[in-house]
């Protein structure tokens, strides 16, 4: 008969898992010399060696956001378990389907204060939906395939705590086979929930849709229901990537680092559809007026009062609704906001883009527009907590097939990199891009040898301005001047090249196109470290400072009013098709 471990590595190949992110260690060896048993890449399981178990977990949540399937990461004992907690928070909250093997002391001495005790039964209890010991080998296989089922049903983090010499006791169950669900089913909305929504849509003159990574797949339906409302469409962070592209109704942005008009459509509406959105800054909210679409019904109506909740997939219900909707035709607040919308994305080009080509130090903008413009059409865009994720938002252009992934939820600096690397692990052939702050960077600075160990293509490109630039702002925002925030510089790009990566240090606004150019169409990995204008982050002249603090609760937190890159041509085109009468 097989032991634990044994029948655990199987168990995950039964899943489809192709590799475990982690760090060896003693309470880990029969797990790992399971996957060397099992034939390791040789049609079993990969081993992936990380620095950090931090970076192993991270990757893990980004590999399973490209695939949408299972992935598995894996902490030693005591402090390889605790490093695990940060990227197991993120992938949580960004609902990644991820294992995470936590290993234990020996069984015998749990209680009694052993080195490297700790309890991660309790540790991770609030970032995953199962957290369970086994304890016995009669366990086995049943309570794994119940973690790996919650974790792929509910979308999220199961963990599953083993001791070392628990895993490699014999099993006394075979493990015989077992269809694991890997797709989930479509969540239909009640008859009379249909009924209401539609009266409320037609009820309304003026009908905005606000739109999150729920219309992931719902993209056709939220158009057809926009032209049929003539409904200005925002969207949150989550929902850029599915939302923006190619779209005639476009708005922009809300929250934090909201551009555009998507705030003013938002509030001058008589009706507000929260479509697939969970967004939690309820400040940017009108608080009234509000319909929501979710297919979790616990979400509904935990940001903000609503006159209707809707318990359903959104594709499922506009399909539903959309042929009891009467068609409106009264164009003037979608034009309104159109207008303004493009008025804002032009305000913000001319205030932080004038010259930008000739500016030193180099205008982050400068570089992400750059990015945007000469990476591959299905790139995946990594985006460090920070500035970075205010650039990933204004200036990656979405279009159904690149991917943005971000530590949107959960908000932990250093996550790009170690994203980068898991998902460059899930397709070794797609292009992936790590926009990564230096600040964030710095913090997981070893994964740049994970990149190079394992020969990973991953393009990595540093804003490097020495400072905490979000908090920096932050500081300014609420009237105190910065402390803390800047560091001495770092030639990164000697580093990477040290480590034996291929490497660029950029100075000049007028070398980078062709240093990212290059960095682009070398094989094997890249890090392009880019000197930025710490201090770009100023409020633009037209903007009083009055008006700073108190745009939308703290709206100052980026320059909120703006959005650029090739948004502003589709704003423009937008505009263009108004009916002129």
Known sequence: MATVAEQFIEILRQAGVERIYGVVGDSLNPVVDAIRKAGGTDGGIEWVHVRNEEAGAFAAAAEAQVTGRLAVCAGSCGPGNTHLLQGLYDAHRSEAPV????????STQIGTGFFQETHPERLFVECSHFCETIASPGQMPRVLRVAIQRAIGLGGVSVVVLSGDVAELTVPHPLGEHDLLTRTGTVVPPADQVAELAAALNRAEKVMLFCGAGTRHARDEVMALAGRLLAPVGHALRGKEWI????????????????????????????????????????????????????????????TPLELAVHGDVGATIRAVLPHVTRKTDRRHLDR??????????????????????????????????????????????????????????????????????????????????????????????????????GGLAMLLGELLTVRLHDLPVKTVVFNNSSLGLVKLEMMVDGLPDFGTDHAPVDYAAIAAAAGIASLRVEDPADVR???????????????????????????????AKQVKGFALAAGKTVLTGGVGRMIDMAKANLRSVPRP
């Open 99 to 106: 294992l995470a093997l936590a290993a234990q002391i020996p």
């Open 244 to 303: 923006q592209y190619d779209n005639p109704y476009d708005v922009g942005m809300s929250g934090l680092l909201g551009y555009g008009a998507c705030y003013e459509a938002m509030h001058e509406a008589d009706l507000v559809v929260l479509a697939g959105t969970d967004f939690p800054y309820n400040d940017f909210l009108p608080g009234a007026r509000t319909v929501q679409i979710d297919h979790d019904a616990a979400r509904l109506g935990r940001r």
């Open 514 to 544: 062709r240093a990212l150019e290059t960095a682009f169409a070398t094989p094997g990995p890249f890090l392009l470290d880019v000197v930025t204008d710490p201090n770009v982050l100023a409020v633009p002249p037209h903007i009083s």
């Open 337 to 438: 906001m159109l207008a303004r919308h493009l008025k804002a994305l032009e305000n913000v080009v001319e205030a932080y883009t004038h010259d930008i080509e000739h500016h030193r130090p180099i205008h982050p903008e400068y570089v992400a527009n750059l990015v945007d413009e000469l990476a591959a059409d299905d790139a995946v865009f990594t985006v460090d907590t920070g500035m970075c994720t205010v650039w990933g938002a204004r200036y990656l252009t979405p279009n159904g097939r690149r991917r943005i992934i971000g530590s949107f939820w959960h908000g932990s600096m250093a996550n790009a990199l170690p994203h980068a690397i898991g998902a460059q692990f899930a397709d070794r052939g797609r292009q992936v891009v790590s926009l990564s702050g230096d």
